[in-house]
């Protein structure tokens, strides 16, 4: 354990956001960090006034992200921020992330890593060329029970992988709320700002990226009908996609925000030789597991099992039968990098436990996702192959 907190500053993620209280929430979780510095709105009033929200010095709060990095890197080195939290909207991504690890810092960064495929790439190959960390937040991987499943697939519990099924079905864009005023809809729903992709770019990333952590597999195939349901928007908001994955199994992945009464019902199901495995994110403490030959077994966060794998129980922070869920699933993922960071600062090696978080292999993964994705839509063939 390192002797001192990890220092961080946060791009983005002021007091009107959404996404930055969840943030602060899961990185105050454990202790290991605190936020000395931010550049917290695009608006320099916000900013400031964001600034006194988490009683930030007032020559650390700063109102470009620019002049952050650029003079958190001035700072003397036990002063200095070791990584940066990036929690703007995708369009905001690239540019301050690529600062920071030109100027030295790690780099925590929301999904999707970037707005386009080319810039993944370039902020791949950064993180290669400077040897510092990238941690993605694909928040459902953090979950012990994700974890949990990752690790008996990987053991082969059910033999070899025949069938993946993952959906991940919402509501909340059902009307045209993006000209009603709602911000978190309007950026979400403007190619400039989010990307080629809506429904898939938002949360069909998410279960692109959850049934090849679980499985270990690998999408090499599609076959995607996007469409948009309500009139007058500009991108996806419902999808279907068929898969194939490196060992011959196939897939179906279904990613739609106009599923009216939905609100993030986001579910997995694997089937191989000997059975299947069912996790939903919204009972997320517990598997439930189909077997051919045996009656089904539900397994469950917390429990005294045998055998259950360290990964699920080094992420697992409370007794049996009290509820963990997407807090605790962000606070993990950002555990584990801290843990990873302070490792690195003693020139120690990370175990595998702490480098199990999402990085920019998997930011580059996502966007191969959303390209492919909406070329397979926008094709005559019926598969489309999956790009590198």
């Given at each position: 354990?390192?002797?001192r ?14 996404i ?12 290991l960090?605190?936020i ?8 320099p ?7 006194k929200d988490l009683f ?11 002049d952050?990095?650029s ?12 990584f ?6 995708n369009f ?5 992330a690529?600062?920071a ?15 386009n ?7 791949h ?12 937040t694909?928040?459902?991987?953090g ?14 519990d059910?033999?070899?992988i ?14 045209l709320?993006?000209?009603?005023g ?9 190619p ?12 069909g990333t ?18 995607a009908d996007?469409?948009?349901k309500v009139?007058g ?20 992945l ?5 599923a009216?009464g ?13 059975g ?6 919204m ?8 077997w051919?030959?045996a009656p ?10 045998g ?15 009290h ?5 605790e699933a962000?606070?993990n ?12 600062l003693k020139?120690e090696?990370?175990?595998e436990?702490?480098?199990?978080f999402?990085?920019?292999?998997d ?13 397979s839509?926008?094709?005559?063939e ?7």
């Open positions: 354990m390192s002797s907190k990890l220092r961080m500053g946060m791009i983005g993620g002021g007091r009107d956001a959404f930055g209280s969840i943030h602060r929430h899961a990185l105050w979780m454990d202790g960090i605190e000395k510095c931010g550049a917290l709105s695009i608006n009033e916000s900013a400031i006034e964001s600034g930030l010095d007032e020559n650390r709060t700063y109102t470009t992200y620019q952050m990095i003079k958190e890197a001035m700072l003397p080195a036990d002063e200095r921020i070791d940066v939290s990036i929690v703007t909207p905001a991504h690239f540019e301050p690529m600062m690890l030109e100027n030295g810092f790690n780099v925590v960064i929301e999904k999707p890593i970037t707005l495929l080319e810039q993944a790439k370039l902020l190959a950064k993180v290669q060329e400077t040897g510092l960390r990238l941690c993605l694909h928040t459902y991987s979950h012990p029970m994700v974890k949990q499943a990752k690790a008996m697939l990987k053991n082969g059910l033999g070899a025949r069938k993946v099924w993952v959906e991940y079905p919402q509501g909340w864009l059902s009307k709320s993006e000209r009603e709602n911000a978190q809809a309007a950026w979400r729903t403007d400039t700002k989010s990307g080629k992709s809506g429904s898939m770019g938002d949360i998410h279960a692109a990226h959850l049934a090849e952590y679980i499985t270990g597999l690998q999408i090499t195939e599609m076959c996007l469409t948009i009139d928007r500009m991108l996806d908001d419902d999808g279907n996609v068929l898969l194939r994955f490196n060992n011959g199994a196939n897939g179906v279904m990613a739609s925000q106009v009216a939905e609100e993030n019902a986001l579910k997995i199901r694997v089937y191989g030789e000997k299947g495995i069912e996790w939903h994110q009972e997320p403490n517990t598997i439930i597991l189909k051919l030959d089904t077994q539900l397994l469950r966060a917390g429990s005294n099992y055998n259950l794998s360290p990964f699920m129980t080094s992420n697992c922070r409370t007794p049996g039968g509820p963990e869920g997407y807090l962000f606070a993922i950002y555990r584990n990098f801290a843990l990873t960071l302070m490792a690195d020139g090696k990370p175990t436990i702490m480098l199990d999402p990085n920019e292999n930011g580059v993964r996502g966007m191969q996702f959303i390209e492919n994705v909406v070329a839509s926008n094709s005559t019926k598969w489309y192959p999956f790009n590198l």
